[in-house]
């Protein structure tokens, strides 16, 4: 679908009456940029330590959905979610702040752990930079009873508020436990919201929401995970409309550099990718995707329209090198003649 200057205004300025929701698990990345030319051997031990000279932190995850959303200046971003009582919480909520997010339904739990990437980068002697193994935090026990009460006595008031709702379950552990799952379905049931759902592994527990699984999630929801992905976008998009009519929901499905594929009961269509030089850095870009695509449709905007909108989102992020990056409005207007 070719996408007209004058209709992305139209869709600025509606989106600045609407209010925008994330609800999910929300992380930090936190970037240690060390310069290995001011390295010394350690005294204490065989090693050369990582002399940092540059920290950075930013939202990850959702955390990093709600920042896409903010970026798109809408009335009110609202996040949902849970976190620990540490030194990341506070990452986060400065970051959320500083991005425009509304923080004010984050529910700090004692004892939980705040989800942060923690990414070391080196550089030495040329200007490349190569980034060691992460540092990961992340909660291995089940989101306690009290901060899933807290959750689900929230989701009412949020709902309600809210113009569109967007989903962010990454994580095994996560604020998504069975109960607030369908709580959430209950409530947007009842609301007539739009709810958009990106989940690495249960996107098949959302029904009647609108599905947008990645091309690996979407082929192992469909054929399991001991079943090879295959090559090329057809198999993909193939399994994209089983899993609509199998499920009942419309599936937006990311296909990587061959673009995207939505499915429904009542239409079809492919959406390219916006053709871009190397190199690209492809992290984050679904969660570009889906705060575009959720922020469209929460505006008013047909899937056809919200999915190229969304395409010319994700394509301003993913040259943005060394970062989980954010479109606005005039990074995505600059994309349309390379739509041509």
């Given at each position: 679908m070719?996408?007209?200057?004058?209709?992305?205004?139209?869709?600025?300025?509606?989106?600045r009456g609407k209010t925008v929701g994330l609800i999910g698990d929300c992380c930090v990345d936190i970037y240690w940029h060390a310069d290995m030319r001011l390295?010394?051997?350690?005294?204490?031990?065989?090693?050369y330590p990582l002399p940092v000279t540059e920290e950075r932190f930013s939202l990850g995850a959702g955390g990093n959905v709600a920042a896409n959303m903010a970026a798109l200046r809408p009335g009110r971003v609202l996040m949902l979610s849970a976190v620990g009582a540490d030194w990341r919480a506070s990452l986060l909520r400065q970051a959320a702040e500083r991005a425009g997010v509304d923080t004010s339904l984050i529910i700090e739990t004692p004892g939980r752990v705040?989800?942060?990437?923690?990414?070391?980068?080196?550089r030495g002697i040329s200007e490349l930079v190569y980034e060691d193994p992460r540092l990961d935090f992340e909660n291995h026990t089940p989101l306690p009873d009290a901060a899933e009460e807290?959750?689900?006595?929230?989701?009412?008031?949020?709902?309600?508020e809210s113009?569109?709702?967007?989903?962010?379950d990454q994580f095994r552990f996560g604020v998504l436990t069975p109960r607030v799952r369908e709580s959430l379905l209950g409530e947007?049931?009842?609301?007539?919201?739009?709810?958009?759902?990106?989940?690495?592994?249960?996107?098949t527990a959302y029904p009647g929401a609108i599905l947008k699984p990645n091309e690996v999630e979407c082929w192992r929801a469909v054929y399991g995970e001991n079943v090879p992905l295959p090559g090329g976008p057809e198999p993909i998009s193939a399994a994209a409309a089983v899993m609509s009519e199998r499920l009942g929901s419309p599936v937006f499905c990311t296909l990587g550099a061959n673009g995207s594929f939505y499915a429904s009961k009542n239409a079809s269509f492919s959406v390219p990718a916006v053709p871009l030089p190397p190199p690209l850095d492809i992290c984050g870009a679904g969660d570009t995707t889906l705060a575009a695509f959720a922020s469209a449709l929460g505006a008013g905007e047909d899937p056809a329209f919200a999915a190229?909108?969304?395409?010319?989102?994700?394509?301003?992020?993913?040259q943005k090198l060394g970062q989980t990056g954010t479109a606005s409005f005039d990074e995505i207007r600059a994309l349309l003649p390379l739509c041509d």
């Open positions: 070719r996408i007209e200057a004058e209709r992305i205004d139209t869709l600025e300025r509606n989106l390295s010394e051997l350690s005294r204490e031990t065989p090693h705040t989800n942060a990437y923690c990414k070391p980068m080196r807290k959750l689900i006595a929230a989701l009412p008031g949020f709902v309600r113009d569109v709702i967007a989903v962010s947007v049931k009842k609301a007539g919201k739009p709810l958009i759902v990106d989940s690495r592994s249960r996107i190229a909108f969304a395409s010319l989102a994700s394509a301003v992020t993913v």
